[in-house]
């Protein structure tokens, strides 16, 4: 498997793989904040998603994929300061705000700031139209957030922090998007970047949150770890993709093709949980996914 992803790398084939694996990320990361702002506290949600991915994944980096070359152990080290960072960000987002309106605030400037990022750290350039498309999604994107905004009453006097706190998400999820995509370019292995990532990254939500966890009701242990099982095989798909995504192609159209998880956030809302779309949200919806069809097919 390995071996034949790296064969595609720069090539037409490559950029076709890497774009259905940037759209499955996309779905899947939609459900993923789902399951983390359910009805728990989203610090112990989180934690039982990263618990359940770094116990599964141990083995896996143990004992099957090739051990991590020695210049890796600082890219680990790195990635775990960012992604530890953007988790507190986080979850400190979903602690204070609406998730309707956070959620596409968050999405919605990460793909700015990660195309900016790897023009610097890959040097990556795009044409007049691929910005124009970004500037399109990035636009409906944060419209959406604006439209969705009109409907929250309970909290609204955490709005302006919880807003404050998903830009800086965002910017965490441009960090660490491009981090990762030098990361897994680094390694000849990119199953090994994947399995010691998991594994190293599930440890730290877990310690913080352990007296919570304490405090919980009995009966709120077995859903819990449930919901952090079913997140953990989500977040190796949805994060496995956009990572071999960003290996086989560039990084920044791999993120804002990632962002229409937007639009899946929205169409599982509407066909799971009843929530009316409406005709302003959908025009929004499909502008992001015009802005994200120009950026990619314009290249």
């Known amino acids: 498997m390995s071996d034949w992803l790296i064969s595609l790398e720069g090539t037409a084939a490559g950029k076709d793989v ?6 499955l990320a996309a779905f899947l990361h939609a459900l993923f904040g789902a399951l983390q702002k359910g009805r728990h506290d989203p610090w112990i949600s989180r934690a039982a998603i990263d618990a359940s991915y770094g116990l599964i994944a141990a083995p896996f980096a143990l004992f099957v994929v090739p051990w991590p070359e020695p210049h890796m152990w600082l890219i680990f080290l790195g990635a775990f300061v960012i992604h530890a960072i953007y988790k507190v960000l986080q979850a400190m987002t979903y602690t204070r705000g609406a998730y309707s309106v956070v959620y596409p605030v968050v999405r919605g400037t990460g793909p700015l700031f990660a195309v900016l990022a790897a023009g610097v750290v890959f040097g990556e350039t795009y044409n007049g139209w691929q910005w124009f498309g970004l500037g399109l999604l990035v636009a409906a994107i944060l419209g959406l957030a604006a439209w969705n905004l009109r409907k929250v009453t309970e909290g609204r006097d955490q709005m302006i922090p919880a807003l404050g706190f998903a830009v800086a998400t965002g910017a965490l999820v441009a960090a660490y998007t491009t981090y990762d995509a030098w990361g897994i370019r680094a390694t000849a292995d990119p199953f ?7 594994m190293i990254d599930g440890i730290f939500i877990p310690l913080v949150t352990a007296r919570r966890w304490m405090r919980l009701p009995g009966g709120e242990i077995l859903p819990l770890l449930k919901r952090g099982v079913l997140g953990a095989f989500v977040a190796y798909f949805s994060f496995g993709s956009i990572m071999l995504a960003t290996r086989l192609d560039k990084v920044g159209e791999a993120a804002v093709l990632r962002e229409t998880s937007t639009v899946f956030a929205a169409l599982i809302a509407w066909l799971v949980l009843g929530d009316k779309v409406g005709p302003v949200r959908t025009a929004l919806m499909a502008l992001i996914a015009l802005g ?5 097919f314009a290249g």
């Open 18 to 23: 890497a774009l259905a694996l940037a759209l």
């Open 292 to 296: 994200a069809v120009i950026m990619e």
């Open 192 to 198: 090994t970047f994947l399995a010691w990532f998991f």
